[in-house]
Nanobody, 123 residues
Framework: QVHLVESGGGLVQTGDSLRLSCAAS????????MGWFRQAPGKERELAAA????????YYSDSVKGRFTISRDNAKNTVDLQMNSLKPEDTAIYYC????????????????WGQGTQVTVSS
């Protein structure tokens, strides 16, 4: 098992940047591919970005590609999401999640979740 705790959310203005961080504890961190999901009110949870176990491969949804960057540090057991050029439509609760599946761009393979952190982008 792995325990995940997100941090770094907040209220920002359009065009600002924000960095989210997720700290993991438990089973060796490099056992997991990691994802950052987000859920806006009234919408389904979306996989925004994901990274493979060793950080070699990444995935981004079309809505964040070119603006967000996911990275991980297996020595520190952390995965970060750097968010640039934020837009009001990025407003959501952001969740860190972990999976042992190699199909890490598939939403329903994630079985460990953090509690979420709120990101609000004002126009």
């Amino acid at each position: 098992q792995v325990h995940l705790v997100e941090s770094g959310g907040g209220l920002v203005q359009t065009g600002d940047s924000l960095r989210l961080s997720c700290a993991a504890s438990g089973r060796p961190f490099s056992s997991y591919a990691m994802g950052w999901f987000r859920q806006a009110p009234g919408k389904e949870r979306e996989l925004a970005a994901a990274i493979s176990r060793l950080g070699i491969n990444t995935y981004y949804s079309d809505s964040v590609k070119g603006r967000f960057t996911i990275s991980r540090d297996n020595a520190k057991n952390t995965v970060d999401l750097q968010m640039n050029s934020l837009k009001p439509e990025d407003t959501a609760i952001y969740y860190c999640a972990a999976t042992t599946s190699i199909q890490y761009i598939t939403r329903n393979v994630y079985n460990y979740w953090g509690q979420g952190t709120q990101v609000t982008v004002s126009s």
